[in-house]
């Protein structure tokens, strides 16, 4: 799976987004990053996907769908799922 089929939306003093980072490089996925912070257009794009909120991590995956703060069991299920892990 190439680096544009996963994409986090994060910001820097978020500690779910540095534990989502750390599961991806413990399990090999290569994937990009989206900083929120000062960046209007990516939190407009979390807000879009989060119907309003502005949690982060978002977690947009190649088949449409995304996880918001998910917990690493629910990540990685979800990686597995897509045959990303």
Do not use: W
């Not at 794009?45 to 991590?57: F, H, Y």
């Amino acid at each position: 799976m190439t680096i544009e089929n996963v994409v986090m939306y994060s910001g820097d003093h978020c500690g779910d987004c540095t534990r989502s980072r750390r599961l991806l490089d413990s399990l090999g996925v290569k994937y990009s990053v989206i900083e929120v912070d000062g960046n209007s257009e990516a939190l407009k794009k979390v807000m879009e996907l989060n119907g309003g909120r502005q949690s982060i991590p978002v977690i947009v995956f190649s088949d449409g769908t995304h996880l918001t703060e998910p917990s690493d069991i629910n990540l990685k299920a979800k990686l597995v799922e897509l045959s990303i892990i």
